[in-house]
């Protein structure tokens, strides 16, 4: 069955550094999202990108944020310069053609733990 | 308006009991209701979802049931098992947005 992946599983990093977290969306979705849940709370939605551009965004995803489908198989967030409370799990989700139905189907995620 | 509540926070069920999680919402361009399970550490999955065409709609042993008028939803979990144990988070589509509303979520633990 296919599947979101993710990569890293776990990333560290000390505040202020720039981060890249790593999706490989189902492969036949045209819609992707990044979701993020601080630990013990609800899963919150970042950025949805739909034919090579951010179709929507949150208040959460101000200027550091940013994100990029480099190939046709990846999808990436940037935090260009990690603050503390960007600490969370970071979801990457997809969703399948257009008139399809709203399934978003999420990775397995990326904790990002920034000290 | 953008917001789904849930309650409860948390739930204990005896196995085989029914469990029952309940959902409310504002914002009626909402027109996609899924409920999805997240075990620790790991992704939200998809568990079952309903349009607001229907009041009701069962897999298996898990059942959600839809009041438009009241702008409530719930999630009937039947013979509950201790493999259940997990969070669930209710959520919600709107016509415009598509991406995800999700509810606070409810943590259940179905004792054996």
């Known amino acids: 069955e296919p599947e979101v992946t993710q990569t890293p599983s776990h990333q560290v990093t000390q505040m202020g550094q720039e981060v890249i977290l790593r999706c490989v969306p189902i492969?036949?979705?045209?819609?992707f999202y990044w979701y993020r849940q601080i630990l013990g709370q609800k899963v919150e939605f970042l950025v949805s990108?739909?034919?090579?551009?951010?179709?929507?965004k949150s208040e959460i995803f101000d200027d550091q944020f940013s994100v990029e489908r480099p190939d046709g198989s990846n999808f990436t967030l940037k935090i260009r310069s990690t603050k503390l409370e960007d600490s969370a799990m970071y979801f990457c989700?997809?969703?399948?053609?257009?008139?399809?139905?709203?399934?978003?189907?999420f990775g397995p995620g990326t904790r990002l733990t920034v000290t | 308006q953008q917001q789904v509540k849930q309650s409860p926070q948390s739930l204990i069920v005896q196995k085989g009991g029914i469990s029952i999680i309940n959902c409310a919402y504002e914002?009626?361009?909402?027109?996609?209701f899924p409920w999805y399970q997240q075990f620790p550490g790991k992704g939200p999955a998809l568990l079952i979802a309903?349009?607001?065409?229907?009041s009701e709609k069962k897999e298996g042993r898990f059942t959600i049931s839809f009041n438009k008028s009241a702008k409530q939803f719930s999630l009937h979990i039947m013979d509950s098992q201790p493999g259940d144990s997990a969070t669930y988070f209710c959520?919600?589509?709107?016509?415009?947005?598509?991406?995800?509303?999700f509810g606070s979520g409810t943590r259940l633990q179905v004792q054996p």
């Open positions: 989700a997809s969703r399948g053609r257009q008139g399809s139905r709203d399934e978003q189907y």
């Open positions: 492969s036949n979705h045209l819609y």
């Open positions: 990108f739909y034919n090579n551009e951010i179709s929507e």
């Open positions: 914002n009626t361009a909402f027109d996609y």
């Open positions: 309903i349009r607001p065409d229907v």
């Open positions: 959520a919600a589509v709107d016509t415009g947005r598509r991406a995800l509303t």
